[in-house]
């Protein structure tokens, strides 16, 4: 029988640390966008969806970049479904992510695992790990729940027995979301019904791609003549596949550079995909037909790609490719979710055995005929309507808690959304403030022991900031939830109407310099930043006048937290407005603990080189330093070292991705 059990998964890991304090204001830097002179012959579908309703901030979600690189052992919870055949292994603390599916009649793992859990700045939000499935959900890139918890429940599944639900609520587009996986006795394929709802009374754009991880020394197959292929260059091109320009790139160690082949799976044709060793074993992932997009994502063999897949693990680690399958053609196309709908799919992963060499359409014909064997087509559609009966039901025994920002909407719409119950006991201090709001009419008095909480900035909760008392607080939220919905102007008389009667004048200041950087006022934004800069360190000084490190007490994270993410805004802004002594100065008051992390080494380089002292700038380098927060396609390094000099970038700061970068 198929058994559901808990686990605990004990790996080196690096602690996830406090979430960014600051509101995260500016446009989202995302690197999948695409050159505007490849839109015009893109088909006319796809064309449509590329330039539906990209995500333009990360609002109401914050900034996840508070981890470092040292790693100690650490158990997490883990939630295990098994039958005779298939192990599967759940973090549903990671965002529900499957670590690992172990096929026990070969005693094979199908999946990369990573023998480390190692954050970098890879997803929407910042900190995503390497390694299993992630099921990926919100806008182009990997999920802002990429780290966070998911809630967790049995129910029963369609052959009998149990499935493992997850559910969560998407914040970036509000769409609740579920996640139910069931090994059918005997079965050597993992089920996995996906369905995502959209209670709202009007469209809403939605995306979903299902990523999967396998060791890079394979072949993979899709039923595919041709793909688009996006580098990071953000070029957008329609090639042949197997082989383009005059190499087969269904081999991932043949790329040399990182790069997205997204295969143009014929219509009618089954969807699949999968990654076979040299000896013909590996990994099959098929779907329902709604699920239409297959994906091949490389890291290269060039000294870039190599130097991410060592960052992302522990030395001696083999390195990996990705597999994927999502809504759309692309992963640059949002897909639109009718008002008040849903829009749901099976998938199924397991093991396929088949011959990996020769010519490519004798290649997918043998393959495609032993998943038929395995795993006939009608057997997949038969598993989906057997689920979607099951979808409503209602779970059973609590594995595992998520946030409660789901039951917080809940409570504001009544909205009934079976199968995927937010209760109110899932709410948490986060959600208290806003639940306040919602029966009071106005936020409590906030704790002014610790930075300014985040802010929901979606229409109804903007209109209740706008009906309530109009308190520094309450401004600087309006603020917020204003900017995000594109009324700039109006952002910024409220947070200078809040300024007036501000006990805390720098979180305010700050949403005022940040509008002056982006604005295109960058003597104002500096003059902004170092006065804001200046009241925070005057409110974290003790009465000796020097800088108060804290007592390592859980209050203490938060606040070393809003004075690093300030004190590196200050930095940029004032070296921007060529105020290098103003920048001086505020290095000079950060936390020591904050000036030797390598993002602040780093930016003590750039400091160093502004002043002219190029040589002890260069010294920076020599001694070497770790940018635990350095995001997927970041140049920086590069190119602060090219200003210093003529030398090769050494290979310990070459993360570049693309010829010619950096």
């Known amino acids: 029988m198929t058994t559901i059990r808990r686990e605990v998964l004990t790996l080196p890991a690096a602690p996830l640390g406090p979430d960014n304090p600051l509101p995260p204001l500016r446009p989202l830097d995302e690197a999948h966008r695409i050159d505007d002179r490849d839109r015009a012959g893109l088909p006319r579908d796809m064309a449509r969806q590329v330039g539906y309703e990209p995500l333009r901030s990360l609002l109401p979600v914050p900034v996840r970049d508070g981890y470092g690189r040292s790693r100690a052992p650490r158990g997490l919870d883990a939630l295990v479904i098994e039958n005779d055949r298939l192990r599967a292994t759940v973090l549903p603390g990671l965002g529900g992510r499957i670590a690992s599916l172990f096929h026990k009649p070969a005693e094979r793992e199908l999946l990369y695992v990573n023998p480390v859990f190692q954050p970098a700045d890879f997803a929407l939000n910042g900190a995503w790990f390497s390694g299993g499935i992630e099921w990926n959900i919100g806008a182009t890139g990997h999920t802002a729940l990429s780290c966070s918890p998911v809630h967790?429940?049995?129910?029963?599944?369609?052959?009998?027995?149990?499935?493992?639900?997850?559910?969560?609520?998407?914040?970036?587009?509000?769409?609740?979301?579920?996640?139910?996986?069931?090994?059918?006795?005997?079965?050597?394929?993992?089920?996995?019904?996906?369905?995502?709802?959209?209670?709202?009374?009007?469209?809403?754009?939605?995306?979903?791609?299902?990523?999967?991880?396998?060791?890079?020394?394979?072949?993979?197959?899709?039923?595919?003549?041709e793909a688009w292929h996006f580098g990071y260059e953000r070029r957008l091109r329609r090639v042949p596949v197997p082989s383009y320009d005059g190499v087969d790139r269904t081999y991932p160690l043949n790329s040399t550079y990182a790069a997205d082949w997204f295969y143009e799976v014929p219509d009618g044709r089954r969807r699949w995909i999968a990654a076979l060793d040299e000896d013909g074993?590996?990994?099959?992932?098929?779907?329902?037909?709604?699920?239409?997009?297959?994906?091949?994502?490389?890291?290269?063999?060039?000294?870039?790609?190599?130097?991410?897949?060592?960052?992302?693990?522990?030395?001696?680690?083999?390195?990996?490719?990705?597999?994927?399958?999502?809504?759309?053609?692309?992963?640059?196309?949002?897909?639109?979710?009718?008002?008040?709908?849903?829009?749901?799919?099976?998938?199924?992963?397991?093991?396929?055995?088949?011959?990996?060499?020769?010519?490519?359409?004798?290649?997918?014909?043998?393959?495609?005929?032993?998943?038929?064997?395995?795993?006939?087509?009608?057997?997949?559609?038969?598993?989906?309507?057997?689920?979607?009966?099951?979808?409503?039901?209602?779970?059973?025994?609590?594995?595992?808690?998520?946030?409660?920002?789901?039951?917080?909407?809940?409570?504001?719409?009544?909205?009934?959304?079976?199968?995927?119950?937010?209760?109110?006991?899932?709410?948490a201090d986060e959600q208290e403030p806003w639940l306040h709001l919602l029966r009071a009419g106005y936020l409590p008095e906030p704790d002014r022991h610790r930075p300014p909480g985040g802010t929901l900035v979606a229409r109804p909760w903007r209109d209740m900031l706008e009906t309530a008392p109009a308190t520094p607080d309450t401004e600087y939220h309006l603020g917020i939830a204003q900017w995000h919905a594109g009324d700039l102007a109006q952002a910024e008389r409220s947070w200078e109407r809040g300024l007036k009667d501000a006990a805390a004048r720098w979180p305010l200041l700050r949403c005022l310099a940040l509008a002056d950087r982006e604005g295109g006022h960058p003597e104002r934004a500096a003059d902004r930043y170092a006065e804001a800069y200046d009241d925070l360190c005057a409110r974290r000084r003790g009465e000796d006048g020097r800088w108060d490190e804290g007592d390592g007490g859980d209050d203490d994270g938060?606040?070393?937290?809003?004075?690093?993410?300030?004190?590196?805004?200050?930095?940029?802004?004032?070296?921007?407005?060529?105020?290098?002594?103003?920048?001086?100065?505020?290095?000079e008051r950060l936390p020591e603990v904050v000036r030797t992390r390598g993002r602040f080494r780093l930016a003590e380089a750039g400091l160093l080189h502004a002043e002219g002292r190029g040589a002890e700038a260069r010294a920076v380098y020599d001694e070497g330093f770790e940018v635990a927060d350095l995001r997927e396609g970041d140049e920086s390094i590069g190119r602060l070292w090219a200003r210093l000099t003529d030398e090769p970038l050494p290979a310990r700061h070459d993360f570049r991705m693309r010829p010619d970068g950096g």
């Open 152 to 225: 967790a429940a049995r129910v029963p599944a369609p052959d009998g027995g149990e499935m493992l639900r997850l559910w969560e609520w998407e914040r970036l587009r509000d769409l609740p979301f579920q996640v139910d996986l069931w090994l059918p006795e005997g079965s050597d394929f993992l089920r996995v019904g996906v369905r995502i709802r959209n209670p709202h009374e009007r469209p809403v754009p939605t995306y979903w791609w299902s990523n999967i991880a396998v060791p890079e020394d394979r072949r993979v197959l899709a039923p595919a003549d």
């Open 281 to 427: 074993h590996g990994l099959a992932q098929t779907s329902t037909d709604t699920l239409r997009g297959r994906k091949l994502f490389v890291w290269g063999t060039g000294p870039g790609g190599r130097r991410w897949q060592e960052w992302l693990t522990e030395p001696g680690t083999g390195g990996y490719c990705e597999i994927q399958a999502g809504l759309a053609r692309t992963q640059l196309e949002h897909v639109e979710l009718e008002a008040e709908s849903e829009v749901s799919w099976l998938e199924a992963y397991g093991p396929l055995d088949a011959e990996p060499g020769g010519a490519w359409h004798t290649v997918l014909r043998g393959a495609e005929e032993r998943l038929e064997t395995a795993l006939p087509r009608a057997e997949v559609d038969a598993a989906y309507a057997a689920w979607q009966p099951y979808a409503d039901a209602e779970p059973g025994e609590r594995l595992a808690t998520g946030s409660g920002w789901g039951a917080l909407e809940v409570l504001r719409t009544g909205w009934k959304l079976p199968g995927t119950p937010f209760e109110e006991s899932t709410l």
């Open 558 to 587: 938060p606040w070393q937290a809003v004075t690093a993410a300030l004190g590196r805004e200050a930095i940029e802004a004032l070296l921007a407005a060529g105020r290098t002594a103003d920048a001086r100065a505020v290095w």
